[in-house]
T-cell receptor
Framework: GAGVSQSPSNKVTEKGKDVELRCDPI?????LYWYRQSLGQGLEFLIY????????KSGLPSDRFSAERTGGSVSTLTIQRTQQEDSAVYLC??????????????????FGEGSWLTVV | RKEVEQDPGPFNVPEGATVAFNCTYS??????FFWYRQDCRKEPKLLMS???SGNEDGRFTAQLNRASQYISLLIRDSKLSDSATYLC???????????FGTGTRLLVSP
């Protein structure tokens, strides 16, 4: 497809279960990002991929959270032993790699529609 | 101190009004600046980039003040369809991630 695709769009899971969220970025985009947004809150950065490597995973809130990206394309965010505070919408985004110059617009990032996670 | 700060609002304005939002950022190494729009229960979408010299796109004007470390968004002739949350976004030199403010909510009424 033309845009960032995420699945599942909605997930209800029981506390303590593991969940996997999938992101299929825009074709050709080398950079992939995961953000989290809790109800009424701002976007919280989780992790960034350049190709298959993750040079910035500073936003992962705990070791229950992990992510991988294969083939420079699809990424999976895994949350183990889910807790109620994990309930949020998990947003994936992709872009071309930003170039480090004083660019005017740079390359923006495009978001998927998100995976809405509810832990009960 | 948050990296990007915005007044959460809401800003309630009538149709046709002009409204302005400000946003401050804390890292002087910030390099790229954007305004995103987010509708209720939807993903953020790019509204406009913010250029050093300021830029305009139709009814929307963005300004950057590097000395004071703030950016602004001006909306003229507000439409009902402008009702949304406006997110101020910053990228720091050497980092790929975008840092988002918590957003300013705008409500345009008839």
């Amino acid at each position: 497809g033309a845009g960032v695709s995420q699945s599942p769009s909605n997930k209800v899971t029981e506390k303590g279960k593991d969940v996997e969220l999938r992101c299929d970025p825009i074709s050709g985009h080398t950079a992939l990002y995961w953000y989290r947004q809790s109800l009424g809150q701002g976007l919280e950065f989780l992790i960034y991929f350049q190709g298959n490597s993750a040079p910035d995973k500073s936003g992962l809130p705990s070791d229950r959270f992990s992510a991988e990206r294969t083939g420079g394309s699809v990424s999976t965010l895994t949350i183990q032993r889910t807790q109620q505070e994990d309930s949020a919408v998990y947003l994936c985004a992709s872009s071309f790699t930003f170039i480090n110059r004083d660019t005017t617009s740079g390359n923006t990032i495009y978001f998927g529609e998100g995976s809405w996670l509810t832990v009960v | 101190r948050k990296e990007v700060e915005q007044d959460p609002g809401p800003f309630n304005v009538p149709e046709g009004a002009t409204v302005a939002f400000n946003c401050t950022y804390s890292n002087s190494a910030s390099q790229s600046f954007f305004w995103y729009r987010q509708d209720c229960r939807k993903e953020p979408k790019l509204l406009m980039s913010v250029y050093s010299s300021g830029n305009e796109d139709g009814r929307f004007t963005a300004q950057l003040n590097r000395a004071s470390q703030y950016i602004s968004l001006l909306i003229r002739d507000s439409k009902l369809s402008d009702s949304a949350t406006y997110l101020c976004v910053v990228r720091v030199t050497g980092f790929q991630k975008l840092v988002f403010g918590t957003g300013t909510r705008l409500l345009v009424s008839p």
